[in-house]
């Protein structure tokens, strides 16, 4: 039987915000953030973003604390929890950063069930002040990917991950995303693989608009019930079939609609280390 990977992306889609926006609004510092937006890559200003909230006296617990709230579906974790009790390979590959996502993971009680987390390195240095760092340094080593944004092509990490699983036997691939950056990933996705854009986010979009791209069957999904749903009956269908059985899932809705656009629009991305647990 098929060894099965499933690789998840973080914001809004394991939780419902962005955790970058989440923490920049629940701490006050919006205004500052949308001043500075125009003039920095993403990542830099993140991590100016920590260094003027330790200036205001905000510690690394309270940011903790603002992200123990991030909203979620409240489907999301025992989804997570079954795929893991499935026998799945879990993976997390997001443009958010370490700190963010290990926070979350450990408050939810769910970072056991996942084998690692490709993300931005991020640290707490010695004055205390979390520092965020981008997972490839574009000035000095850029990655090239034209379709994904300079800090992080999720294409590359992905093929790195199904080459690593490759050498295990064969593998089949669930990639779940609702970003623009969730796009060139999808494309590396094979016959006999699936991907789940989040409908009506980015992703999907992409998807939708150039459908002839892709080799991996398309399952959309709107929410956390959805995407328990969808998710698990996909796993099921390849332990019991070793295949997906179309009459059981929705494929990509039918007001998807089928075109090509160019994706020049999509190369000036917003601005996102493989860890090992």
Sequence with gaps: MARIVVVFDFDKTI?????????????????????????????????????????????TEDIENVLKRAPLHHRIVPAIKKAHALGC??????DANLFFIETILNHLGIKY????????????????????????????????????PP???????LERIQASSAKE???RMI???????????????????????????PVWDLICENRHLLRAEIHEWVDGGDLE??????????????TNDSNTIPLLSSDCKLETVSLSSHEALPLALRVHQ
């Design 15 to 59: 939780i419902d915000v962005d955790s970058d926006n989440w923490v920049v609004d629940e701490l006050g510092a919006t205004d500052l953030f949308n001043s500075l937006l125009p003039t920095m890559p993403w990542n830099p200003l993140m991590d100016k973003m920590m260094k003027e909230l330790h200036a205001q006296g905000r510690r």
């Design 89 to 94: 390979d879990l993976r997390i590959l997001s």
């Design 113 to 148: 069930c996942f084998s690692e987390i490709n993300t931005n390195p991020s640290n707490v240095d010695e004055e205390g002040r979390l520092r965020i760092s981008p997972y490839t340094d574009f000035y000095s080593s850029p990655h090239g990917c034209k379709l994904c």
């Design 151 to 157: 800090n992080m092509c999720k294409g590359m990490i």
């Design 169 to 171: 036997g064969k593998t």
């Design 175 to 201: 990639y779940l995303g609702d970003g623009a950056g969730d796009f060139c990933p999808s494309l590396k996705l094979k016959e006999g693989d699936f991907v789940m854009p989040r409908k009506n986010f």
């Design 229 to 242: 749903r969808v998710l698990l009956e996909i796993i099921d269908n390849i332990k019991i079939h070793g």
